[in-house]
């Protein structure tokens, strides 16, 4: 929640490509390791181009980036598991 912390340094992320089986097909995708978050996300790039459905939340939650700044647009909507 707020402003990011100028201070704070930035770290890099391990991103590495992954292969994400759905509806029998795979598919390749760049997947983020980041051992800080509890809840897996995805971007919204991704659900249009593999044609994965989405759902809107009645009360959206409120997700920050790694920086400590709020994501606009996230926590509006999730899929049904993987």
Do not use: C, W
Not at 61 to 70: A, Q, V, Y
């Amino acid at each position: 929640m707020g402003a990011a912390n100028p201070k704070r340094k930035l770290q890099t992320r391990p991103i590495i490509p992954m292969v994400l089986l759905l509806n029998g097909k795979k598919h390749q995708v760049k997947t983020l390791l980041d051992t800080g978050y509890t809840i897996p996300l995805i971007n919204q790039r991704t659900i249009e181009r593999l044609g994965i459905e989405r759902k809107t939340y009645k009360n959206p939650r409120t997700i920050e980036s790694f920086m400590g700044e709020m994501v606009v647009n996230g926590g509006q909507y999730y899929t049904k598991p993987l």
